[in-house]
């Protein structure tokens, strides 16, 4: 049987949920974004645009899943990515306004067993990667089901790469540790923590933690290529799904309220929102290099200040961006892992800024 390639798949299929998708931008959008799917090969993709909090374009192109033809909706779900780690830095902020933790306080004050070297690290950045963290091992099995006290272990016999707060290098494995300080403050596990403190509270009924056991509907499949023909995604550990770098289901309706609520102080003040949209300064006074703030890159793009983060995982690409003077926000979420979504939603942008 010849695999299936991406030549066959419908991509004009859509569906519209807002009235500006009969305007002649949402139109000249839908032309340019099926255009870009057929050249990355996208079997899926959600959109989002919004502009100060309300909906002016959601739509899904494409298929969810290309062995039952199932079209993306408004409703599909998507794996985040590092997209994931926006809410697991908004968690951490919740702990530090309620004042259980502070943002310089070194982590070993919460891992009591960990090395010397955690006297040095702070809260902060690990937040913003600044904290000398480095990513998974070349030896990591993805595989393996661990717990997470042995993940915690992993993290605390791997040297720091550098000083903390003297460098910037982007660390999947800080944020995991940020969930596990998350579950030792609260007594709850991350993802129980988010989903009673921000996904309930604002009606994110899709947002949850990964499980490929738990029936979920709407849920899209991840894909990603392999000597141009379309393969499903490759499989992790159950547990591997679950950790706060970025495991999490969401679609586009459930970000769109994402979105809304970070206009008010509804999750965290104006000053905690602020400082995590604020590029961190390293011991020597400059900016880090990576642009980061907690959760968030700060950068600018299409002339205007913006907010955004991409996500990488399991067959998906995902990605953010809130032109936060303009009030503008584009979500773009996809199932390959080839994706290239961050070109998408700075394209789809400049098109509604242009109005």
């Not at 480095?134 to 000083?163: H, M, S």
């Not at 903390?164 to 800080?174: A, D, E, F, H, I």
């Not at 604020?278 to 959760?295: C, I, R």
Request: charged share 20%; glycine share 8%; hydrophobic share 40%.
């Amino acid at each position: 049987m010849k695999p299936i390639r991406l030549t066959v798949i419908a991509l004009g299929l859509c569906w519209v949920l807002s009235a500006a998708a009969q305007t002649g931008t949402s139109g000249s959008v839908d032309q340019y974004i099926q255009s870009e799917m057929q050249r990355q090969h996208i079997p899926g993709l959600a959109l989002l645009v919004a502009r100060d909090g309300k909906i002016i374009q959601v739509q899904g192109y494409g298929l969810s899943n290309v062995e039952l033809q199932v079209p993306v909706k408004p409703e599909t779900v998507f794996q985040s990515g590092s997209m994931g780690k926006q809410f697991t830095a908004t968690g951490v902020m919740m702990l530090v306004e309620e004042g259980k933790i502070a943002l310089d306080d070194p982590i070993s004050k919460y891992f009591k067993d960990s090395p010397p070297s955690w006297n040095e690290v702070t809260i902060r950045e690990l937040l913003s990667h600044t904290a000398g963290f480095t990513d998974y091992p070349k030896n990591f099995d993805f595989r393996r089901d661990y717990t997470e006290a042995q993940l915690l272990k992993i993290v605390e016999g791997i040297p720091l790469a550098y000083p903390p707060g003297t460098k910037w290098s982007y660390s999947n494995l800080g944020y995991l540790t940020l969930g596990v300080l998350i579950h030792r403050v609260t007594g709850k596990f991350y993802g129980d923590f988010l989903q009673e403190r921000i996904f309930q509270p604002l009606g994110m009924s899709t947002t949850r933690i990964i499980s490929e056991a738990d029936i979920v509907p709407n849920r899209s499949a991840g894909y990603r290529l392999v000597k141009g023909a379309l393969k499903n995604q490759e499989w992790v550990s159950p547990t591997l799904n679950t950790t706060a770098d970025g495991a999490l289901y969401f679609s586009v309706l459930d970000l769109a309220k994402w979105d809304a609520a970070l206009y008010t102080e509804k999750l965290l003040k104006r000053s905690s929102l602020d400082e995590m949209w604020t590029v961190t300064k390293l011991k020597n006074g400059k900016p880090n290099s990576g642009s980061y703030g907690f959760g968030w890159e700060i950068l600018r793009k299409n002339g205007r200040r913006v907010v955004d983060h991409g996500g990488s995982w399991q067959g998906f690409r995902t990605h953010i961006s809130r032109y936060v003077d303009d009030k503008l926000t584009v979500v773009v979420l996809t199932n390959l892992a080839e994706a290239d979504p961050d070109k998408i939603t700075d394209h789809v942008a400049s098109m509604y800024l242009a109005q």
